[in-house]
């Protein structure tokens, strides 16, 4: 579609056309007339699809500009992805003369902020703790505001936002138009769009993308460990979980990866409560690779996408393999499956022909056995949570302020009543620790350690 065939200003169509944007990409063909015309959207799609530009153009064709009032607000879980917007807006906005654009993200002066917001804007941009600061201050005012953007709510609620993002709406009108952006779609996202939006109507161009694809392969081997490794090396999988049939297994396996320094923990029934959170917080923040569990230990367990699932043993029946394997190849992504079997497995294996499997011999594996696998990220723990009135906002501000750390080196946040698990790459993982442990968040001292 061309940018004219909307109804946008001749002048918006010209400064687009300059910036090369010559046609829509698929979700501003399918977001934008909905924005344009008032309604609330939840707009599905992947990294790089032109989402900024899609509520961009929608939120500056509303603003009257000689109106001094916040007209539209930004919320985005990050200082770097909040500057990237803030840029984006103003390019696009450029033929828009005195339009007033104004960050307010935690890691920069308060001071400074309340200097430029005595000045008014048109259109903030920032994150959910900085933003609530200046409500609760009075420094800032949303009453007159039209149009509430979350940019990344995915991510928003992945680093534990959502507290911040219910308090800021207490300060917005509830006749406002509302849309939500997100690389997923899940019911935490479901569930919020009930909380803040009316009537939402869903767009979504990852599924038209690429339908699920599920890879299943089959291998018969002789050396399960091995042809598991051989596996990894050759596939280089972000996430997996490896199903054993039994506790013991699951155990085993997961010691013996971490002495070959493949990075793995085991979940399983024998583990304490706390222990059992301790492991699905680190698989799901990416600070282990992989998970080796029992069918009832993974119950229950969330996580988005999943590049692989391994069968380390023929699972008792087709209704557990199919239940395991579809943990991947979620939202539009490729998945791969595959089941290992010995030679005293393969009438049960045989069972699971159906034409569409690949059957083949761990020797048709490329990898290799001498494979090392490192997670992304590493978990601190902070002892203090939502009981000491912990937010996500100020652990990240704590990082990103005195810490110096980037925002995009932080990761997924969970807080719970007494502590605090914030994922940090795993390079800056002691600085992190160092400057948590000089300093204080919110005045007070907290002991934090590496999980
Ligand atoms: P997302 O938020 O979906 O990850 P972005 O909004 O950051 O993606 O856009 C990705 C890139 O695509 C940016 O460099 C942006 O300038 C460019 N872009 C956006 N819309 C168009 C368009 N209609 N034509 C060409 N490039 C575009
Ligand atoms: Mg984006």
Redesign the pocket.
Known sequence: MNFSELPLEPAMVET?DA???????L??EEALPLILDGKDVIAE?????????AFGIGLLSKLDVKKFRVQSLVMCPTRELAD?VAK?LRRIGRFKHNIKILMLTGGESFGKQLGSLAHQAHIIVGTPGRILKHLNKESLDLSNLDMLVL?EADRMLDMGFIEEIDNVLAFIPEKRQTLL?SATYDNAIRTISKRIQTDAVSVKTTSTELPNQIKEQFYATQNKEETLIKILSEFKPDNVIVFTNTKIESKELAESLQSKKIDALAIHGDLEQYERNDVLVQFANKSTPILVATDVAARGLDIKELSMVVNYDIPHGNETYTHRIGRTGRAGADGIAITLYGSFESDKADEYQNGSREFLDESCLKGSTNFELKPQFVTLVIEGGKKDKLRAGDLLGALTGDAGLDGSSIGKIDIYDRQAYVAIETRFIEKAQKSLHDGKIKGKKFSAWIL
Do not use: H, M, N, R
């Open positions: 687009l910036l090369g944007y010559k046609q829509t990409t979700i501003q799609a992947k990294t790089g699809s032109g989402k900024t530009a990237q984006e940019d952006f």
